[in-house]
């Protein structure tokens, strides 16, 4: 077994009102920008450190973005976002947050504020972290 994981987050954990409407959603804007579902059944689907899930009581609300290769990437969220129930929250285009911030933002069929950003020409020294659990 072994886990691929970032630097901050462990996981986030989204409640949602309708969990197939989010599995199109999730399905649609995560291909967009080259992730898969990591798991999945029918209570539940995740792709690295997002979980999502059916609330019992009140669904989540909160600001999500998704790391995007290109620019290319982040209109294909945008555009994959409006086509799964996703609604409008800003199109593709720079950001005055810091020089090379592109991002496009959708809400999601609960109302999370679901964006993909592209940070600029980057070098990375890994696609991930591989985490093994010692036995």
């Known amino acids: 077994m072994q886990f691929h994981q970032g630097r901050l987050i462990d996981h986030v ?3 949602v009102s309708d969990l197939e409407a989010s599995r199109r959603f999730y399905r649609a804007v995560l291909d967009a ?6 798991s999945e059944s029918p209570r539940h689907f995740a ?5 999502v899930d059916r609330a019992d009581g009140p669904v989540s609300r909160v600001h999500l973005a998704f790391q995007a290769k290109d620019r290319e990437a982040v209109h294909a969220f945008h555009e994959a976002a409006l086509a799964n129930g996703g609604r409008d929250n800003g199109g593709p285009g720079e950001r005055s947050y810091h020089p090379g911030y592109y991002g496009a933002f959708a809400l999601d069929p609960d109302g999370n504020n679901i964006e993909a950003v592209f940070h600029g020409p980057t070098e990375r020294s890994a696609d991930s972290v ?3 659990p010692r036995t």
């Open 13 to 15: 954990h989204l409640r």
């Open 33 to 38: 920008v080259g992730l898969r579902f990591t």
């Open 47 to 51: 792709c690295d450190e997002l979980w």
């Open 130 to 132: 591989v985490v093994r």
